[in-house]
């Protein structure tokens, strides 16, 4: 029965081509529009590391003076190096980093490749661990190169098809700034997205292809990069130093479950208790432990105008749909004496109705197809833009499923108020009006 309907529709679209052509490009432009902005919405809110996002937490401290305190407010996103090297001392999580960005001249052992600039990673032995980063070649440092400021390094596959034409190097040599890296591990590509470890050097551009000590880094004062927020009315020479009133390091745990959670923000709190009585902190204890979702959202990572062109795009979808309808409902209706002849010679109201619906998801099915391409040069257009999500916007195989699931799905819903005036039509009305 299904075929002899589709056959129906076919005939009723040759009859009809403008018509069926008007309600076709009608459904594809609220489809394309709708899955360009719905696409770029969904790279950009997607889990960048799923699986493991709900045991990820971004750790908050307050050090700031009371002078400019106000009850509630958010503490600085980033931490002091003194506080964030005693809570790794701690090591009071199952898995615990500290990292911040850098940069660097790199050049090669055999000096082929002309020295060129790089951005670094200065981070300490949990971090690959605890963020699944997958390994090529070798493996991460250990927390004794952290400890003993070891002269190690890992580098990315780009890096090492640079300055290696894609060999293992583990155990070969990396220059940085003039110092010999010995390298420990090659990572794959690796390019979480949005980059959620650190918002501060680019949310979704920013790759490094060296990583290396937190400890070698600050001996061998290299240069780091990202915001430092320096508090209190004591001059600092340098940000960088130990005890200096300055939040620049980010610092991550891994949590194990919800009770370890919460026996880690209540060791946060103590901590800040601890700080506050030895006379560095003087707020009182103002502490925030958030998932990597919770992270994500509460810096909104999505950009504003992304969320209000999909509110608009959903919109115009709705706007093309009521347009649907009355094209359908024009086109049923003027098919008065053809149903008032099927339902005469015994054909069903249910008859009817489905016969309405089928040729409804096939414009729908058609529009999907339409406007699918026209979502494809959306993303194009969306590529061409000058910002750091630009190269992100690609239609993935859930967002094409998608697009055929919301042609049938609004092409159905056009079609239900066309569908259900047709099967009321009487036959006897119908054939005396012939």
């Known amino acids: 029965m299904l075929g002899y309907y589709l056959t129906l529709a076919l005939r009723s679209f040759r009859r009809n081509r403008v018509l069926t052509a008007l309600m076709v490009l009608t459904l594809a432009l609220g489809i394309g529009a709708c899955m360009t902005t719905l696409t770029v919405f969904h790279v950009l809110s997607g889990d960048p590391i799923p699986g493991k996002s709900d045991r990820l937490f971004h750790v908050q401290l307050d050090p700031e003076p009371l002078a400019t305190y106000v009850p509630g407010a958010e503490p600085d996103s980033q931490l002091t190096r003194f506080d964030a090297e005693a809570l790794l001392r701690d090591r009071h999580a199952t898995r615990q980093v500290m990292m911040t960005g850098g940069g660097g001249i790199i050049e090669a052992e055999d000096g082929a490749v002309r020295p060129f600039l790089e951005s670094m990673r200065y981070t300490s032995a949990d971090f690959f661990a605890m963020f699944d980063v997958p390994f090529l070649h070798g493996q991460g440092w250990t927390a004794q190169d ?36 010995r390298i420990v591990g090659v990572i794959d590509d690796w390019l979480p997205r949005p980059k959620f470890y650190d918002l501060n050097t680019g949310r979704f551009d920013g790759q490094e292809h ?105 919109g115009f979808l709705l706007v093309c749909l009521v347009n649907t309808v009355g094209l359908l409902l024009a086109k049923f209706l003027r098919r008065g004496g053809e149903i008032g002849v099927r339902r005469a010679l015994g054909a069903a109201r249910r008859d009817v109705f489905v016969q309405a619906i089928v040729e409804s998801g096939t414009v729908g099915i058609a529009g999907g197809l339409l406007g699918l391409g026209l979502a494809q040069a959306g993303l194009w257009a969306v590529r061409q833009r000058p910002t750091d999500y630009a190269a992100l916007a690609h239609l993935d195989g859930a967002m094409l499923l998608l697009t055929f699931v919301l042609a049938l799905v609004t092409s159905i819903a056009a079609g239900l108020l066309p569908a259900w005036r047709s099967m009321q039509i009487a036959p006897a009305l119908q054939l005396k009006s012939q």
Not at 158 to 176: E, P, W
Request: hydrophobic share 40%.
């Open 146 to 181: 952290d400890a003993g400021r070891g002269r190690v390094a890992v580098i990315g596959r780009t890096l090492n098809d640079k300055l290696f034409g894609g060999a293992d190097s583990v155990g070969r040599q990396v220059r940085v700034d003039g110092t010999a890296l």
């Open 210 to 314: 060296l990583f290396l000590p937190f400890s070698t880094a600050i001996d061998l004062k290299m240069g780091t990069s990202g915001s430092s927020n320096c508090f209190g009315g004591a001059p600092t020479n340098d940000s960088r130093a130990l005890n200096a009133p300055c939040t620049w390091i980010q610092y991550w745990v891994e949590l194990e479950d919800p009770a370890q959670a919460d026996a880690f923000k209540a060791y946060l709190a103590n901590y800040s208790a601890q700080q506050k009585a030895a006379g560095r902190f003087e707020r009182p204890a103002n502490v925030r432990l958030r998932s990597v979702m919770d992270w994500l959202d509460h810096r909104k990572v999505v950009p504003g105008d992304v969320r209000l062109q999909l509110w608009l795009a959903l």
